[in-house]
């Protein structure tokens, strides 16, 4: 009875220890074959995908190349244009009447030899501009930076006239007075919000920085020149 009784164990326990390596050896092989099909499923793909993407490179470089027409068309238009700069490069350097005019054509590098000769243009305006008094560079300065737009002795202009303003008193806006001496008019130039007049908006923009020391000093003995009505 205790012999039979202990085979029946036996066989029990070693089934259950058997059952659990089986099924692991089971799920293992599962797990293999599923991965090898994903993975070839996956390879297939890529390799399928890699192919179109080389063959519409391919197809796009064939379609960019240039057709023979496009060939010839480029070097004929290469060619005109070397015609066209021979034909330009023998006109300016030969001699030829101008249709329609009394005007002769001559050849450039004889043209700026006389240009030399004769004095640049730029060499006089500079040469002018030496024999500026520092009056006239001012007045010169007054129009260049547009001053004379708004400080001309106009009705309706958006600053007050400067004409006979230099050495007399000049109503704020802030109800200060003010003498207009050199400081004045320098301090007005460079910070134009720091004294603004009585009944003008505070529009004018401020020149610190933009007139050098040597222009301000020419602007002011302009409007020193003009203080006297």
Same mark, same amino acid.
């Given at each position: 009875?205790? %012999?039979?009784?202990?085979?029946?164990?036996?066989?029990?326990?070693?089934?259950?220890?058997?059952?659990?390596?089986?099924?692991? $050896?089971?799920?293992?092989?599962?797990? *293999?074959?599923?991965?090898?099909?994903?993975?070839?499923?996956?390879?297939?793909?890529?390799?399928?995908?890699?192919?179109?993407?080389?063959?519409?490179?391919? =197809?796009?470089?064939? %379609?960019?190349?240039?057709?023979?027409?496009?060939?010839?068309?480029?070097?004929?238009?290469?060619?005109?244009?070397? =015609?066209?700069?021979?034909?330009?490069?023998?006109? +300016?350097?030969?001699?030829?009447? @101008?249709?329609?005019?009394?005007?002769?054509? @001559?050849?450039?590098? $004889?043209?700026?030899?006389?240009?030399?000769?004769?004095?640049?243009?730029?060499?006089?305006?500079?040469?002018? !501009?030496?024999?500026?008094?520092?009056?006239? !560079?001012?007045? =010169?300065? /007054?129009?260049?930076?547009?001053?004379? !737009?708004?400080?001309?002795?106009?009705?309706?202009?958006?600053?007050?006239?400067?004409?006979?303003?230099?050495?007399?008193?000049?109503?704020?806006?802030?109800?200060?007075?003010?003498? !207009?001496?050199?400081?004045?008019? =320098?301090?007005?130039? +460079?910070?134009?919000?720091?004294?603004?007049?009585?009944?003008?908006?505070?529009?004018?923009?401020? /020149?610190?920085?933009?007139?050098?020391?040597?222009?301000?000093?020419?602007?002011? *003995?302009? @409007?020193?020149?003009?203080?006297?009505?």
């Amino acid at each position: 009875m205790s %012999e039979h009784h202990s085979q029946e164990n036996d066989y029990t326990d070693s089934d259950i220890r058997l059952r659990p390596l089986v099924i692991f $050896l089971v799920a293992t092989l599962v797990v *293999a074959a599923l991965t090898i099909v994903g993975v070839k499923l996956l390879f297939n793909h890529y390799h399928a995908t890699s192919g179109q993407i080389i063959a519409d490179v391919e =197809r796009q470089m064939l %379609e960019a190349r240039p057709t023979n027409a496009v060939v010839e068309g480029l070097g004929e238009a290469t060619e005109a244009m070397r =015609r066209m700069k021979l034909e330009v490069a023998a006109r +300016l350097d030969g001699y030829r009447k @101008i249709e329609g005019t009394d005007f002769v054509q @001559i050849p450039i590098d $004889l043209a700026m030899q006389k240009v030399v000769a004769q004095g640049l243009p730029v060499r006089a305006a500079v040469k002018a !501009a030496a024999e500026e008094t520092p009056v006239q !560079a001012g007045q =010169r300065l /007054f129009a260049e930076l547009g001053c004379i !737009a708004c400080h001309g002795a106009v009705a309706g202009a958006l600053g007050p006239s400067l004409t006979g303003v230099y050495g007399h008193e000049v109503d704020l806006a802030d109800g200060r007075k003010v003498l !207009a001496d050199e400081a004045y008019v =320098r301090e007005s130039i +460079l910070e134009p919000m720091a004294s603004v007049v009585a009944g003008y908006a505070p529009v004018m923009p401020a /020149f610190k920085g933009i007139v050098t020391d040597d222009q301000l000093d020419k602007l002011v *003995a302009y @409007i020193k020149s003009i203080g006297t009505p």
